[in-house]
T-cell receptor, first 112, second 112 residues
Framework: DSGVTQTPKHLITATGQRVTLRCSPR?????VYWYQQSLDQGLQFLIQ???????AKGNILERFSAQQFPDLHSELNLSSLELGDSALYFC???????????FGPGTRLTVT | AQRVTQPEKLLSVFKGAPVELKCNYS??????LFWYVQYSRQRLQLLLR??SRESIKGFTADLNKGETSFHLKKPFAQEEDSAMYYC??????????????FGTGTKLQVIP
C-alpha cells in the first residue's frame, strides 16, 4: 500500500456526462500528479499540482480540469465525456518534485 | 524539452535468459532517471532510481550520459518479472520547477 488513495475504484457513465475523480496523497506529500492509462496510449501525464498550485501540464484536454485543495487532496473533473475517455486514471504523489512518485490504485472509468 | 523513449512495446524472453529493457532520453541538463514497474492489476511502483545505484529484485540500471540511455538489465529472468516497465525522467524546466516524463512502457513477458 503506497498510502495514496483514490475514489471511486470503478465508474461507469454515459457519453456527455461529467464525473469527478478524487485523490488523497500520502501524508505530507505536497505534489499530486494525474495520469491517464489506456491500452493504446500507455501512461499519459495529465497535470501536476504542488501545494495547491498548478505546476505542470501535460496532454490534458480542455474538457478536463483539476484542482488541489488546502488539505492537499485533489480532484480531476472530466466533462462532456466521450467513449475514448474510457481508461484507468492514476493519481500519484511525491514529497517534492524530484522525489519518487507513489501511485494510487487508480480509478477505472468506462464511458458507454 | 524532455523526452523518454522506450522503443520496445513488448519484450518476450525465456526464463533464465538475460533481460535488457531499453530507455533513451533527451534532456539538455542533468536528469534524474527512474524505472517503475506495474504488475498485473496492481499500481505502479518505483523499481529503482539512478542516483541510488542499487539493485532491486536483481535488476540494475546504469545511466550512460554519452548515449543518453538508462537501460534496465537483469542477468536471469524469472516468471514473476513479467510486468509493464516504465522509464521516467525528472528534469528542471524553465520557470524553476521539475517536470516528470514517462516513457510509453515496455511489457516484459517471461516465458516458462
Amino acid at each position: 500500500d503506497s498510502g495514496v488513495t483514490q475514489t471511486p475504484k470503478h465508474l461507469i457513465t454515459a457519453t456527455g456526462q461529467r464525473v469527478t475523480l478524487r485523490c488523497s496523497p500520502r501524508s505530507g506529500d505536497l505534489s499530486v500528479y494525474w495520469y491517464q492509462q489506456s491500452l493504446d496510449q500507455g501512461l499519459q501525464f495529465l497535470i501536476q499540482y504542488y501545494n495547491g498550485e498548478e505546476r505542470a501540464k501535460g496532454n490534458i484536454l480542455e474538457r478536463f480540469s483539476a484542482q488541489q485543495f488546502p488539505d492537499l487532496h485533489s480532484e480531476l473533473n472530466l466533462s462532456s465525456l466521450e467513449l475514448g475517455d474510457s481508461a484507468l486514471y492514476f493519481c500519484a504523489s511525491s514529497a517534492r518534485d524530484t522525489y519518487e512518485q507513489y501511485f494510487g490504485p487508480g480509478t477505472r472509468l468506462t464511458v458507454t | 524539452a524532455q523526452r523518454v523513449t522506450q522503443p520496445e512495446k513488448l519484450l518476450s524472453v525465456f526464463k533464465g535468459a538475460p533481460v535488457e529493457l531499453k530507455c533513451n532520453y533527451s534532456y539538455s541538463g542533468s536528469p534524474e532517471l527512474f524505472w517503475y514497474v506495474q504488475y498485473s492489476r496492481q499500481r505502479l511502483q518505483l523499481l529503482l532510481r539512478h542516483i541510488s545505484r542499487e539493485s532491486i529484485k536483481g535488476f540494475t540500471a546504469d545511466l550512460n550520459k554519452g548515449e543518453t540511455s538508462f537501460h534496465l538489465k537483469k542477468p536471469f529472468a524469472q516468471e514473476e518479472d513479467s510486468a509493464m516497465y516504465y522509464c521516467a525522467l525528472s528534469g528542471w524546466e524553465w520557470g524553476g520547477y521539475q517536470k516528470v516524463t514517462f516513457g510509453t512502457g515496455t511489457k516484459l513477458q517471461v516465458i516458462p
